[in-house]
């Protein structure tokens, strides 16, 4: 079964540090992008960032950029969204994606919340 599972999220004071994980287990992670998303309550779902299969490609949203870093770990069949300087409006739920490239995520997983707030 295709699954993806996400974890790392929590409360944390505006400035601090946190790194989400994207773990996937019924399939290997090699030949798939991987986005974040997120979603805040009563805003529509945004994406926040994208490594492409090979990893040699990234994208930010602009409000994370000099922020959020993205990267892949093949060999633990994980991707990582390591966020710094955190602020209140990063407040959401974090979803991770994937699928053959970053304007097609078809596979989700269930989110973790993130809270920014002192």
């Known amino acids: 079964q295709v699954q993806l599972v996400e974890s790392g999220g929590g409360l944390v004071q505006p400035g601090g540090s946190l790194r989400l994980s994207c773990a996937a287990s019924?399939?290997?992670?090699?030949?798939?992008?991987i986005g974040w998303f997120r979603q805040a309550p009563g805003k529509e779902r945004e994406g926040v960032s994208c490594?492409?299969?090979?990893?040699?490609?990234?994208y930010y949203t602009d409000s994370v950029k000099g922020r959020f870093t993205i990267s892949r770990d093949n060999a633990k069949n994980t991707v990582y969204l390591q966020m710094n300087s955190l602020k209140p409006e990063d407040t959401a739920v974090y979803y991770c994606?994937?699928?053959?490239?970053?304007?097609?995520?078809?596979?989700w997983g269930q989110g973790t919340q993130v809270t920014v707030s002192s």
């Open positions: 994606a994937a699928g053959s490239r970053c304007a097609r995520l078809d596979h």
């Open positions: 019924g399939f290997t992670l090699d030949d798939y992008a």
């Open positions: 490594i492409s299969s090979s990893g040699g490609s990234t």
